[in-house]
């Protein structure tokens, strides 16, 4: 219930209300133009995260999600090449494969940043 006070003459539950009377309406949606709130008992609105908001929070979810399995399949295939040259390949190739993992290294250690700066912003 939402206790008001009339600020004019008007009517309410088949009663007529003068200005400064107090009585009590069932819902918002029953106040009048012509009534001033007193008390609201009613239940409280819960606050909720506007909709872009979140949407824009999965959006950024997702893309770190992704960040990470392409940073791991890239080191997965930087470990896989550099066992392959191992042994009878050029140096060229060894240094392609150690650039490789070093940028797949990189990318993991800038979504592990991330991750962490996600986790911060929830608290």
């Known amino acids: 219930m939402i206790k008001v006070r009339a600020i004019r003459m008007g009517f309410y539950g088949n009663l007529r209300r003068r200005e400064g009377q107090e009585f009590e309406v069932k819902s918002k949606a029953e106040i009048g133009n012509w009534m001033e709130v007193i008390k609201d008992e009613s239940e409280p609105v819960k606050e909720v995260a506007p909709v872009g908001e979140s949407v824009d929070k999965i959006a950024a979810a997702e893309e770190l999600a992704t960040k ?36 797949a290294k990189q990318m993991l250690d800038e979504v592990a940043a991330e991750l962490l700066l996600a986790e911060d912003d929830k608290y």
């Open 68 to 103: 990470k399995a392409v940073a791991e399949a890239m080191l997965a295939d930087a470990e896989s090449a550099n066992a392959a040259l191992k042994n009878n390949s050029s140096k060229a190739d060894k240094a392609a494969a150690a650039e490789l993992m070093t940028l």
